[in-house]
């Protein structure tokens, strides 16, 4: 019978996968005892009722604001209308999360103008930096002089909302070979005495910029010394690790832990292997507001839930 119930979950984990993949946009993802469950954006009523025990946040990514090349010479415009759809939302989130590449050269009028347009909803913003964020002369100082004043090392930190404990790594600095990304030994060790005092009943959500499982290292996609965070996360119950960096949406679910990249609100990248290299990709100017959006976030409390919808900017 115990073999039976496993082939279903494994059944269950491929088939909401390949829905969530395929489908790609306006998905509402859940996870309730480690299986997982695909709901279509349209079901107003399922979304609704996930998030009315509960609290909601946003995640952003990849505004990189600066950027003005073919694949999106409007970048700061596009950004414009994820915010106002943040905005429009009748139900005020907790909070938002930026998982990177806020600016596309890290230059102060960036992130100026970054930071007018992503605080336009009055909400609290936690910010982790891409690797566009630190190539200034200042190897970073910037960012975190902006954004960090209270982080540890190159800007890693934890906070606690709603019995949730949420996580905001940093894998962008001493990037390894192909453009992997690296934690380093210090983070490592901080994480271990963070993790310490929880209990394994904690829903734990990890931020990054890089996504911390191996999506495609030919291309950099990727963190060399993800293994051994994620080992330290295993024992949790309900773990969920939420990466940009790769202007697209793919998922994957390891165990107890789920893994969900964001969509830019700048430019889209080629899918895996699927050009020579990757980077900004042109498309037809009416498909580009389809390739591009955000995504809302819901943790029922007491019922180790966890609820993504990804909407794009062609949404209505």
């Known amino acids: 019978m115990t073999e039976r119930k496993d082939d279903q979950s494994r059944h269950t984990r491929r088939h909401a996968l390949e829905c969530m993949i395929w489908a790609g946009t306006g998905l509402l993802w859940t996870v309730a005892g480690g299986v997982p469950k695909s709901l279509s954006f349209l079901d107003r009523a399922e ?39 943040v905005e429009a939302l009748k139900a005020k989130p907790a909070f938002m999360i930026h998982t990177g590449d806020i600016t596309h050269l890290s230059k102060a009028e960036q992130f100026d103008t970054a ?22 002369e200042t190897a970073g100082k910037a960012y975190l002089g902006r954004y960090g004043k209270n982080a540890k090392g190159a800007g890693w930190y934890s906070f606690d909302q709603n019995g949730v ?37 904690a829903p734990i959500v990890v931020f990054a910029h890089i996504p911390l499982w191996t999506v495609y290292p030919q291309w950099g996609w990727g963190t060399e010394d993800s293994a051994q965070a994620l080992d330290m996360l295993k024992h949790f119950g309900s773990v969920t690790v939420l990466n940009g960096h790769i202007h697209q949406i793919m998922q994957k679910v390891e165990g107890n832990v789920t893994f969900h990249t964001a969509r830019s609100t700048a430019f ?47 949404d209505a």
């Open 47 to 85: 979304a609704a009722e996930a998030a009315a025990s509960g609290f909601t946040f946003l995640q952003i990514s990849d505004s990189h604001i600066g950027f003005d090349k073919a694949a999106n010479p409007h970048a700061v415009d596009t950004l414009k209308e994820a915010i106002a759809k």
């Open 165 to 201: 404990h949420f996580i905001g790594l940093v894998n962008v600095v001493n990037l390894k070979a192909g453009g992997l990304g690296n934690l380093g030994d210090d983070q490592l060790a901080w994480l271990a005495d963070d993790l310490k005092p929880l209990s394994s009943s």
């Open 268 to 314: 889209p990248q080629p899918q895996p292997g699927m050009a020579p290299a990757p980077g900004p990709m042109t498309v037809p100017a009416g498909q580009l507001r389809s390739l591009l959006g955000i995504s809302s976030v819901t943790y029922n409390q007491g019922k180790e839930e966890l609820a993504i919808i990804d909407t794009t900017l062609a």
């Open 115 to 136: 930071d007018q347009i992503i605080g336009g909803p009055g909400l609290d913003v936690h910010y982790v930096p891409g690797e566009h964020d630190v190539i200034d």
